[in-house]
């Protein structure tokens, strides 16, 4: 919520929108005039700094402002020591902050594959090969950081970052199920790859908002076939990577494309894949969509069971990511919002939060991991939450205060 609020009345943790009135010195005029950085006040040498400019008024937004959970406002020092502070959880920061910059790097990697795909240019596998040994190694050390990093997605990059997010899905998965790394490598490489042929789908296909003609949808179910021509010369490429790109849109009951597999046809490797393409495909915002819960997604799975998924896998991939998967938005029955970091295994609806928000209060608090699973806490979580249902920008508020 916008209010107007005099210099005198500002303090640390607000969030300035706009400078409302300036009085020049010289001349006692006074006017508007735009800012040139929105943002929040770190400290009270922000506010002096406003005043020497002779700012008198300002236009706050009440809904990102930073408050304490103490009745006074705590000024938010910029230091790296004091944003450190902030996060609770110093190693788990600091395996997402590595987990952020590998996604980045992928996500580099991912666009620079499709351009070579899409130019006629060979595939640099290698790379890819070395992109697949990074994130099962960032896997081992910290899972749940990997998972949040992958779950913070941007809704302009959903080419890129759903075959990223099915990569990691499938590592995660096969590691939750006990397969060798041998073959988790190969089905995250076979992740990485699986959609490489939407590149030759256009644009106004993928991005279409409403219901596919019957031609454009031919032309969409293509793309696999398209993915299977890109990686066709490489011969390094392992089978089961193959795999995960053939029969990723393959169903039990022979209703999948492109070749109408069904039931012994499909591959263990290959229903996997269309589990973890499908939870990310519905969880996932895209320009023309809003995601669903991670809880709406395992429905749909759970109904589709032996139809379309192998019920046994679809329940070992719901064990895997849990109740709760990391990286959701949860709102507590105290009306606090936080990011779910850490699973808990032994009690699956009492994981690890970091709290940020308050929606009865719609502001900012202190970032502060709870385990829900801590005794005698009065706490718990009501229900998970979309991006888009919030009017925050949580991304944003994320690189700010808790990623870097
Ligand atoms: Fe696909
Ligand atoms: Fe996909």
Do not use: W
């Not at 679809?314 to 998967?325: A, D, E, M, N, R």
């Not at 990011?339 to 929606?359: A, C, D, E, H, T």
């Amino acid at each position: 919520m916008f209010k107007k609020l005099s210099i005198d009345d500002l303090q640390p943790g607000m969030y300035v929108e706009a400078i409302a009135e300036t009085k020049v010195k010289a001349t006692g005029e006074s006017g508007s005039h735009r800012i040139a950085q929105k943002g929040i006040l770190r400290d009270q040498a922000a506010i002096g700094s406003l005043r020497n400019a002779g700012v008198v008024s300002v236009i706050v937004d009440t809904a990102r402002e930073i408050k304490s959970e103490t009745p006074s406002v705590q000024p938010l020092d910029p230091t790296p020591a004091k944003r450190n502070k902030l996060k609770s959880n110093k190693s788990f920061g600091d395996s997402l902050t590595n987990a952020r910059a590998l996604y980045q790097k992928a996500k580099e990697l991912q666009a620079k594959a499709m351009e070579n795909f899409a130019s006629g240019q060979e595939l640099d596998i290698e790379s890819l090969v070395d992109m697949s040994d990074q994130f099962i190694e960032s896997l081992f050390d910290n899972q749940d950081a990997m998972l949040c990093a992958a779950m913070m997605r941007t809704k302009d990059d959903y080419l890129l970052e759903h075959s990223i997010n099915v990569a990691v899905l499938l590592a995660a998965f096969s590691k939750y199920i006990g397969l060798e790394q041998r073959i988790i490598r190969q089905l995250t490489l076979g992740g990485f790859l699986h959609d490489i042929g939407k590149i030759k789908v256009d644009d106004a296909i993928l991005k279409k908002p409403g219901r596919l003609t019957p031609a454009e949808y031919e032309e969409m179910k293509r793309h696999v076939e398209y993915g299977i021509e890109a990686v066709q010369a490489i011969d390094s490429l392992p089978d089961i990577s193959r795999q995960v790109i053939a029969l990723h849109h393959e169903k039990l009951d022979g209703s999948g494309y492109p070749n109408k597999f069904s039931g012994e046809e499909i591959s263990q490797y290959g229903r996997m894949a269309s589990i973890c393409d499908c939870y990310d495909a519905i969880t996932a915002s895209r320009c023309y969509k809003d995601g669903v819960v991670s809880s709406r997604a395992f429905k749909v799975l759970l109904d589709d069971s032996g139809k379309h998924f192998d019920g046994a896998l679809v329940s070992q991939f719901i064990k895997c990511l849990g109740v709760y998967p990391v990286g959701s938005l949860v709102e507590l029955k105290s009306g606090k919002l936080g990011v779910v970091i850490k699973s808990n295994q032994q009690s699956p609806l009492r994981p690890v939060v970091k709290l940020f928000y308050n929606v009865r209060h719609q502001h900012f608090i202190e970032v502060k991991d709870l385990d829900l699973a801590r005794m005698n806490l009065n706490d718990e979580i009501e229900r998970t939450v979309t991006q888009e249902s919030l009017d925050i920008d949580i991304p944003r508020f994320f690189d700010e205060f808790i990623f870097n």
